[in-house]
C-alpha cells in the first residue's frame, strides 16, 4: 500500500510512524488521560485499515486527519489536542522552508505528482527539472507574496484551481494565434538575428519551426499557426523551379512547351511541399523548449481561408501532405512508426469539402483515414462557427482556447497576433457539496466563489500590465503578436478585447447530479445546467463592464487538476455516489465518461453547451479502431458539421516495443492496487517501452497521466 508524502514522493505505508506520533502526543497529557499501547495500536491499525480501503493513495495530510478522529472517537480529547499542537509545530517548521523537499525528490525522480503533472512533459529530463524546479520556487513566491491570501487557500484546497501558479512570478502569458503571416511575408528577428521573407515554401516552413520553439519559450500555454500562411510561399517555390526547369530544357537543347515545362516545375514543386511539411513535423517533435518539453502548436487547415484559385489549389496541396505524412507517423528510437503528439491538426469541414460531390471531398477522406489512425485532425464547423462568431471561422490558441470576435481600428476583424493572458477555473462540484443541495444556498456560494475567481484573474491581469516588450522580443517586437518599439509596455493589448482573460469551469456534471439527483443529461435536469453556465457568462460579462477587459467562459481541459479537484472533495466531504466516488471529475460540460450514450446524441447534447463557452470548449465522441470502418468516421464528420462547432474522436493509437504489439495497451489494477498499463500480448508494464497516445484534454499526450486521470480513461466507454 503507498501513500503521498508531502514533497509529492510516493512510499510506502508505515503504521510505525502513526503510532511514534500519537506516542508523542500521549506524553504531552497527564498519566490518567492518556491512551494505553493498545488503544494506539487500534487507532494507527483502524486507519490503515482506511487507507487500505482508499480508492487511490492517500497523502500524508489525509492520513493525519483520520489519526485525529480516530484519537477523538476513542474519547482522548487531551491527546487529540496535543497531537493537533503537534502537528501545527510541524507545519511551522516545514513552512520555514516550502520548496527545498519538493525540488530534491524532483531532481531524484522520486515525486510522483510532478511526474505525472503534464503528459507532454518528460520528468527524467534534465531540461523538465529544471522547469519544476523553476516553478517550485515559482508558486512560493506566488503563496507568499504574490496573490491574495483568501485565493491561495481556494487554489490549495480545490475550491478554485488557479492555472499556472509555477509561471506566475514572471511577466508571461497563457496561449496565442501566432501572426506568422506578418512574420514570413515582412520578416523578423530570431535571437537578435534577421530573418528576411523566405523564398520558397520549404524555407518558410524552417523559418516557421524556428518562430514555433522561439514562441513556445516565451509563454506556458499552446499557440496556433494557419497552414495558408505559410502555403502562400508555393507560388514563390513554382516561380523558381518553373524558371529553372526552362532553363534546363534550353540547356539540354531539348524543345518544351509551357506545359511541358509547367508538368515537371509542378512535379517539384510536390516535393518541395513535401519537405517542408516534414521540416514542421519533425522539427516541432524533436525541438525542446526552455519548459522540457515539444511546443503545444497547432496547425490550422482552412481550404477557404485562401482565395479561390490557384492560392486555394495551393493550400490543398499542402493540407494533402500534412494529412499523408501523419498518416505515416513519425518513427520511435526502435525504429517503429508511431503516433507524435504534435503538431495538433484542425481542419475545417465546409460546404466545398463535406459531400461527396464537392471539389475537397478527397481531402476529408484523407483527414478521415488520418483521425481513424492517428487522433488528428480535430474538426470545426464552419457552418455552426459562422452562426456563433459572427460569421467568422479561425482556430483555438492550442487545444481549446478561444479568442473572443474582436475588430481592429480599421473596423477589420482580427484574430492572429492575439492572445489570452491567463485562466482561473471554479469547481463546480465543490459548490454543490457546500451547499448541502439548498438551492438558495447554491446561488450565494457560487457567488462568493466566483469573487475569489475574479481577484485571482485581475491578479493575473495586474502582473501583466507595466510589462515591457523587452521581456520576449519574439513577440512583442517582431510580430507574432506586436511590433511594438523596445522599452514599450503591452499594456493597450491587455484591455478592450485585443487579448482574452478566462474563467475556466469544470463538474457540471456531477454539480447537477448533486442539486438534482440526475445526470445533465436528463430533460428536467438540462435547464439547471444551462443556468449554471448562464451564471457563469453573466460574471463576465459584469467583469467585462467594469474593467474593459474581456473575460471569457472557457470548459477546462483538466489534466492533473481533476486528481486535485476529486481529493479535495473526498477530504472535505466524503464518498458521495454519483458525485465524489471517483478519482476525478468531470471536464468542463461533457458528458460523465461512464455514461452510456450514442456519438450523435452525446454531439447534439453538448452542441448547446459550447455556444455558453465562447472562451474555449471542444466535444468528443470515444470510438473503436476505425481504421476498417472510414465511411463511419466520414459520417461523425458530416454530423459535426450539421451540428456542433468543434469536436473530435478519440481512437487509440498504441505500441509495445518489448514484443511489437500494435494495438491498445490495457489498464489493469497491480498488486499494490494501482492502476498501470500492461500490454496485453506480452504483459510488459515497463511505460519506458511503451509507446501509448491517449487525448486527455484536447492535446494527445504521450507520458502518461496520475491516478485519478488514468482511472478516467479507464473507465471510458464507446459512444460508437
Known amino acids: 500500500m503507498k501513500i503521498i508524502k508531502r514533497s509529492g514522493e510516493e512510499v510506502g505505508f508505515d503504521i510505525t510512524k502513526i503510532i511514534a506520533a500519537v506516542h ?11 491512551l494505553t499501547t493498545g488503544r494506539i495500536q487500534a487507532i494507527a491499525q483502524n486507519v490503515e485499515e482506511i487507507c487500505k480501503k482508499s480508492i487511490r493513495s492517500m497523502n500524508v495530510e489525509e492520513i493525519q486527519d483520520n489519526v485525529e478522529d480516530q484519537i477523538m472517537q476513542s474519547g482522548a480529547y487531551e491527546v487529540a489536542r496535543a497531537y493537533i499542537t503537534y502537528r501545527y509545530k510541524r507545519k511551522l517548521v516545514r513552512q520555514s522552508n516550502t520548496t527545498d523537499a519538493q525540488i530534491m525528490t524532483i531532481i531524484e525522480s522520486q515525486n510522483e505528482e510532478a511526474k505525472q503533472e503534464n503528459s ?55 496561449c496565442c494565434l501566432v501572426n506568422l503571416d506578418d512574420m514570413l511575408q515582412n520578416g523578423t528577428v530570431i535571437s537578435e538575428t534577421r530573418i528576411d521573407k523566405p523564398n520558397s515554401f520549404s524555407v518558410a516552413c524552417t523559418v516557421a519551426s524556428q518562430i514555433i520553439a522561439q514562441v513556445a519559450s516565451s509563454q506556458y500555454g499552446g499557440q496556433s499557426v494557419s497552414a495558408y500562411h505559410l502555403s502562400k510561399f508555393v507560388a514563390a517555390t513554382r516561380s523558381k523551379f518553373q524558371k529553372e526547369v526552362r532553363e534546363e530544357f534550353e540547356q539540354a537543347g531539348i524543345k518544351a512547351d509551357e506545359e511541358q515545362i509547367r508538368q515537371v516545375a509542378e512535379e ?13 513535423q519533425y522539427q516541432v517533435v524533436t525541438l525542446m523548449t526552455t519548459n522540457g518539453q515539444a511546443p503545444f502548436i497547432t496547425l490550422f487547415m482552412y481550404l477557404d481561408e485562401a482565395p479561390e484559385g490557384q492560392e486555394r489549389e495551393d493550400l490543398a496541396m499542402v493540407i494533402c501532405s500534412v494529412l499523408k505524412q501523419r498518416i505515416l ?45 492517428r487522433m488528428v485532425p480535430d ?28 475588430k481592429d481600428e480599421t473596423d477589420h476583424f482580427k484574430f492572429y497576433g492575439r492572445f489570452n493572458q491567463g485562466v482561473c477555473t471554479i469547481n463546480l462540484v465543490d459548490i454543490a457539496c457546500s451547499s448541502k443541495g439548498d438551492f438558495d444556498d447554491f446561488w450565494k456560494i457560487f457567488d462568493e466563489r466566483l469573487e475569489l475567481c475574479y481577484k485571482a484573474l485581475m491578479a493575473r491581469h495586474n502582473r501583466l500590465m507595466g510589462t515591457k516588450s523587452d521581456i520576449a522580443p519574439i513577440l512583442w517586437q517582431y510580430g507574432a503578436l506586436a511590433r511594438l518599439k523596445k522599452g514599450e509596455t503591452i499594456d493597450a493589448l491587455l484591455m478592450n478585447g485585443y487579448s482574452t482573460i478566462s474563467l475556466g469551469y469544470a463538474g457540471l456534471c456531477e454539480c447537477v447530479h448533486y442539486m438534482t439527483g440526475k445526470n445533465h443529461t436528463d430533460t428536467s435536469a438540462t435547464p439547471f445546467a444551462l443556468e449554471v453556465m448562464k451564471h457563469l457568462n453573466d460574471a463576465c460579462a459584469k467583469w467585462k463592464e467594469k474593467e474593459h477587459i474581456d473575460f471569457s467562459v472557457y470548459g477546462t481541459p483538466l489534466e492533473s487538476t481533476t486528481y486535485k479537484f476529486a481529493k479535495s472533495l473526498q477530504k472535505r466531504f466524503g464518498m458521495i455516489e454519483g458525485v465524489t466516488d471517483k478519482n476525478y471529475i468531470t471536464n468542463s460540460y461533457h458528458v460523465h465518461v461512464i455514461e452510456e450514450i450514442s456519438a450523435f446524441d452525446k454531439l447534439k447534447f453538448e452542441a448547446q453547451f459550447q455556444n455558453l463557452s465562447p472562451g474555449g470548449a471542444i466535444s468528443y465522441i470515444e470510438v473503436p479502431d476505425m481504421q476498417e470502418n472510414i465511411p463511419a468516421v466520414l459520417s461523425v464528420m458530416q ?18 516495443s518489448n514484443c511489437g504489439y500494435n494495438g491498445e495497451i490495457q489498464i489493469i489494477t497491480d498488486e499494490h492496487g494501482k492502476l498501470a498499463w500492461e ?4 504483459k510488459n508494464r515497463d511505460e519506458n517501452t511503451m509507446s501509448v497516445a491517449r487525448r486527455t484534454c484536447g492535446y494527445i499526450g504521450t507520458q502518461f497521466w496520475n491516478q485519478g486521470r488514468t482511472q478516467e480513461i479507464k473507465e471510458r466507454v464507446l459512444h460508437l
Open 679 to 682: 500490454c496485453p500480448n506480452c
Open 268 to 280: 517539384r514543386v510536390k516535393k518541395d511541399i513535401d519537405k517542408g511539411v516534414q521540416t514542421i
Open 329 to 373: 507517423g513519425v518513427k520511435n528510437e526502435k525504429g517503429v512508426y508511431i503516433t507524435p503528439a504534435f503538431p495538433k491538426l484542425i481542419y475545417v469541414l465546409d460546404e466545398d469539402n463535406i459531400t461527396k460531390d464537392s471539389p475537397y471531398w478527397d481531402i476529408t477522406c484523407l483527414a478521415a483515414e488520418c483521425t481513424a489512425k
Open 120 to 174: 507532454n512533459k518528460n520528468p527524467l529530463l534534465a531540461s523538465t527539472q529544471r522547469d519544476y524546479m523553476a516553478g517550485e520556487v515559482s508558486k512560493d513566491i506566488t503563496k507568499r507574496f504574490l496573490l491574495p491570501p483568501e485565493v491561495w487557500d481556494a487554489h490549495e484546497n480545490g475550491i478554485i484551481h488557479f492555472h499556472d501558479a509555477d509561471y506566475f512570478a514572471q511577466h508571461i502569458h497563457n
Open 379 to 406: 474538426y470545426i464547423s464552419a457552418k455552426v462557427m459562422k452562426e456563433l462568431k459572427q460569421g467568422n471561422v479561425y482556430t483555438c490558441m492550442g487545444c481549446r482556447s478561444f479568442l473572443t470576435v474582436y
Open 639 to 656: 454530423y459535426i458539421y450539421e451540428n456542433i462547432m468543434y469536436a473530435e474522436l478519440n481512437t487509440k493509437s498504441d505500441y509495445c
Open 24 to 34: 508523542k502526543a500521549n506524553k504531552e497529557v497527564e498519566l490518567s488521560k492518556r
